[in-house]
């Protein structure tokens, strides 16, 4: 059973190989990208945007996080003091 599947699997490849007009890559090959088509040549920047934004958020996250821990490690491990909000009440009027 096994070597009906590793034989069946070098067909499929050797027959992709012989004829390469049928096995497309993807739709963008179709259109003829070196050719300069302006929808092919959108498309393609959409993708490069669509791919590049997670790393771009997902770097400037970690960037963020990686500053403030050096930040934090410049201080000595001293934290600001933050002056204590002073409510325009007191516990005794709020009953």
């Known amino acids: ?3 009906t599947r590793v034989l069946l699997a070098a067909f499929l490849a050797l027959l992709a190989l012989a004829l390469p007009g049928s096995a497309h890559a ?6 003829g ?3 300069g088509d302006p929808t092919a040549d959108a498309y393609n920047w959409s993708v490069l945007f669509l791919m590049a934004m997670p790393y771009t958020v997902v770097g400037s ?3 963020w996080l990686f500053y403030n ?3 934090a490690g410049r201080s000595g491990g001293r934290r600001k003091k933050h002056r ?3 409510l325009a009440w007191t516990q005794k ?3």
């Open 1 to 3: 059973m096994r070597e």
């Open 26 to 31: 993807c739709a963008v090959c179709l259109t």
């Open 33 to 35: 990208a070196a050719s």
């Open 61 to 63: 996250i970690g960037g």
């Open 69 to 71: 821990y050096r930040r």
């Open 84 to 86: 204590v909000l002073r």
């Open 93 to 95: 009027e709020s009953g």
